[in-house]
T-cell receptor, first 115, second 113 residues
Framework: EPEVTQTPSHQVTQMGQEVILRCVPI?????FYWYRQILGQKVEFLVS????????KSEIFDDQFSVERPDGSNFTLKIRSTKLEDSAMYFC?????????????FGQGTRLTVV | KQEVTQIPAALSVPEGENLVLNCSFT??????LQWFRQDPGKGLTSLLL?????REQTSGRLNASLDKSSGRSTLYIAASQPGDSATYLC????????????FGEGTQLTVNP
């Protein structure tokens, strides 16, 4: 069964460093997302991406964050200068199309620890 | 602002019991509602999607209902098993906020053998 895959599963980085989280969405999906979950808190929306551009972003997604689809399969989230409060589980998700009628499928997540 | 609330926060039941998890949302203008399962430290597994035009969906021992007028959804689990132990999350797509999912806090379910 097709699935969303994320790498790495766990990343530890020093404060101020840049990190890139990688995702391979399901191959025939067109809508891509990043969410995050700080330990013990709700899953929060960060950004959605469609047709090679950001379609929506939350107030969390500031200038320190960027997303890219560098080729036909990968979808990345870059955090330019990490802060301690960026420590969280980051989830990538994708939808086939027509969000009204389609499920969102999530990857297993990347646990980011900023020290 | 769309808020999603799940009650109870935690639930412990003996194996074999039928149970109901509740999800309520403040804004009835939702396109669809999705239920997920999350095991500790793991990703989100989609269980059921209910479109706004539907009232319920079933998958195996799971049945989810949606009542937009009252702003409520329930997830019914029949004949619970220890393997059902996990956190269950509901999330809605609001009509006026693109395709983002807004999540509840989750219900942590423990099924005791």
């Amino acid at each position: 069964e097709p699935e969303v895959t994320q790498t790495p599963s766990h990343q530890v980085t020093q404060m101020g460093q840049e990190v890139i989280l990688r995702c391979v969405p399901i191959s025939n999906h067109l809508y891509f997302y990043w969410y995050r979950q700080i330990l013990g808190q709700k899953v929060e929306f960060l950004v959605s991406f469609y047709n090679n551009e950001i379609s929506e972003k939350s107030e969390i997604f500031d200038d320190q964050f960027s997303v890219e689809r560098p080729d036909g399969s990968n979808f990345t989230l870059k955090i330019r200068s990490t802060k301690l409060e960026d420590s969280a589980m980051y989830f990538c998700a994708s939808r086939k199309a027509g969000y009204m009628n389609t499920e969102a499928f999530f990857g297993q997540g990347t646990r980011l620890t900023v020290v | 602002k769309q808020e999603v609330t799940q009650i109870p926060a935690a639930l412990s039941v003996p194996e074999g019991e039928n149970l109901v998890l509740n999800c309520s949302f403040t804004d009835s203008a939702i396109y669809n509602l999705q239920w997920f399962r999350q095991d500790p430290g793991k990703g989100l597994t989609s269980l059921l999607l209910i479109q706004s035009s539907q009232r319920e969906q079933t998958s195996g021992r799971l049945n989810a209902s949606l009542d937009k007028s009252s702003g409520r959804s329930t997830l019914y689990i029949a004949a619970s098993q220890p393997g059902d132990s996990a956190t269950y999350l509901c999330a809605g797509v609001k009509e006026t906020s693109g395709s983002r999912l807004t999540f509840g806090e989750g219900t942590q379910l423990t099924v005791n053998p």
